[in-house]
């Protein structure tokens, strides 16, 4: 389960480090595409595949099925991690969420996201407010539980 908030910067080559804390649901390796929000989401290999696996029972006859999904399956890159946990993300999916140099990792329970230090601040700064409002949205969803 990925949870968690981890601040770290692009080194030299472009290279992030996995938290350590991360790693061990990884197997040395992980999908990593385009997430919402401005954000990239990467996803353990097997979990992908779930993802997919949902996204693709839907009915491919609907456009916006057929276009989200050739979207996340374009954008989406095998990253392998070195020894010491790093990992280059491409340039293109680097464009896509404006990561430059310092980036937020944080724990989304099936995936991690990567976000450009900016973006996920100002995300923060949008829906912090809104918390109570979308804890009360979810139990009128179904959701039981208290946090």
């Known amino acids: 389960m990925f949870i968690g908030e981890y601040k770290h910067s692009l080194d030299d080559k472009n290279r992030i480090i996995v ?9 040395g390796k992980f999908i990593a595409t385009r997430g919402l929000d401005g ?9 992908f595949g779930k993802y997919i696996s949902t996204i ?3 009915p491919v006859e609907k456009k916006e099925v057929r276009q989200y999904l050739r979207m996340i399956s374009a954008n989406a890159v095998e990253c392998d991690l070195d020894s010491q946990g790093r990992v280059v993300l491409p340039q293109k999916l680097r464009e896509m969420a ?3 140099r310092d980036i937020v990792i944080t724990g989304a ?3 991690f996201e990567v ?3 900016e973006t996920y601040g100002k ?6 407010p809104f ?17």
């Open 19 to 27: 938290p350590s804390k991360f790693r061990s649901e990884l197997d």
């Open 98 to 100: 404006n990561i430059a």
């Open 109 to 111: 329970i099936n995936r």
């Open 56 to 58: 693709t029972s839907m």
């Open 39 to 47: 954000c990239l989401a990467c996803f353990p290999v097997e979990e």
């Open 131 to 147: 918390y109570e409002k979308l804890a009360e949205d979810l139990a009128d969803m179904g959701l039981k539980g208290s946090v």
């Open 123 to 128: 995300y923060e700064e949008e829906t912090s």
């Open 115 to 117: 976000w450009a230090v």
